[in-house]
Structures are given as C-alpha cells and as structure tokens.
C-alpha cells in the first residue's frame, strides 16, 4: 500500500498569517490520465472530515480561494496565505490511487 | 448537495457484531462510490472498504477482509457495514462518505457513529 507522509505534525500560526503542509508520497500519484490522485482534507474538532482540495490543486465548492494546493509526483504542499480562527483544525492529506486509500498522518493547525 | 445520515451510536460486547447504516439524499445514489472509514478517538482517518453502486463491486482493507460486509439498498437509498468478531480495538468513529468522481476519493461525508467495544 501507498504510505502517506504529512509534515509537520502540528503548526502553531498567527492570524493573518501564512501555512503550509507537505505532504510526500511512497510512489507516484500521477494518474496516467493526467491528474494528481491527492486530496486534502480538513477536519474541524468534533466533526466529520470535510473536503477541501481534490487532484491536487482542485479546491471544492465553496472551499476560499486562500487555500491552494500544489505538486505532483510524490511531494504535495497545501498552502493557506491569510490564516483565519476558522481555520483550526486537523489536516489530513489522503492518495486516492489504489485502494486502500491511505491517509497522512494529520497536522494540526492552531491559531495562536 | 448530497447529505448522508448514519445510524445511531452503538454499545457492543467483544465478539459481538455491529452494523451500521447510512441513508444518502439530494443525489442519484446509483451514480456514487459508498466507502466507509474509522477514526479511533484521537486518532488518524482509515478507509476500510467501499462499494460502487452501479456494478455491485465491492472492495475491502486487506485489514478488515474476512470481518467487514459492506452492502446498499437501491429501494431506500441506504448503505450498510457489519464487522464481525469486534474487539475493543475496533472502538471507533465509523463515517461513510460518498463519491462520484474517479480520484477523488470521498467527498461528502455522513456525521459518524460512535461503536464502543467493551465487556
């Protein structure tokens, strides 16, 4: 199975700040159709998971344009430029490749 | 939008069995990829399985394979997951979530039902 590697495990931002979350894959995500098979996710305290970027750099619907992911291959950042309080959370990169669709292991975003 | 509404919580004894159910709306479910995942309390996200609607195809975490049954019901628009012979190692969040985009993975998600394994 695809590991799934997120760093770094927590971040600690100020409002108005930047972040960003790397996220490193065992083998290539590359589909052979074109798209990266790499979608993020963030999950609010005492929610479900919530998608926010699919394909790699694909935001959802209604997700805020402040969000940006990027990479390709192996090696994925998801970008935040103006952190918000709204935005804590629990981060979670997941390659939906080959099953079983394997997860990074989380990076917790606080706002200072 | 789709919205998915899962069972209730569940109490279960070890060795015991549970099942789950997750009933979607506001899309056509024969269209959608059913997975079902688990977070353990404070913990990390695990895709045990899922199902694609149309083809009746199912597949499972080699993890699970053997313990984990995952069915739909076209009629009412609901997915189902059992596990079998439940241990407290299985005390978890259970969500499902649905798709209908190929590499996306799971996009909208039910709210999770809490399965406490304990004697």
């Known amino acids: 199975e695809i590991v799934m590697t997120q760093s770094p495990p927590s971040l600690s931002v100020t409002p108005g700040g930047p972040a960003s979350i790397s996220c490193r894959a065992s083998q290539s995500l590359l589909h052979y159709s074109g798209p990266n098979y790499l979608t993020w996710y963030v999950q609010k305290p005492g929610q479900s998971p919530h998608l926010l970027i699919s394909?790699?750099?694909n935001r959802a619907s209604g997700v805020p344009d402040r969000f940006s992911g990027s990479g390709s291959g192996t090696d994925f950042t998801l970008k935040i430029s103006r952190v918000e309080a709204e935005d804590a959370g629990v981060y979670y990169c997941?390659?939906?490749?080959?099953?079983?669709?394997?997860f990074g292991g989380g990076t917790k975003l606080e706002i200072k | 939008q789709v919205q998915l509404v899962q069972s209730g919580a569940e109490v279960k004894k070890p060795g015991s069995s549970v099942r789950v159910s997750c009933k979607a709306s506001?899309?056509?479910?024969?269209?959608?990829?059913i997975y079902w995942l688990r977070q353990a309390p404070g913990k990390g996200l695990q895709w045990m399985g899922g199902?694609?609607?149309?083809?009746?195809?199912?597949k499972y975490a080699q993890n699970f394979q053997g313990r984990v049954t995952i069915t739909a019901d076209e009629s009412t628009n609901t997915a189902y997951i059992e596990l079998s012979s439940l241990t407290s190692e299985d005390t978890a969040f259970y969500y499902c979530?649905?798709?209908?985009?190929?590499?996306?993975?799971?996009?909208?998600w039910g709210q999770g039902t809490l399965v406490s394994v304990s004697s």
């Open positions: 394909w790699a750099s």
């Open positions: 979530a649905a798709s209908a985009i190929k590499g996306v993975g799971p996009t909208w």
């Open positions: 997941m390659q939906a490749l080959q099953t079983p669709f394997t």
């Open positions: 506001g899309g056509t479910f024969n269209s959608y990829t």
């Open positions: 199902r694609l609607i149309v083809l009746g195809t199912t």
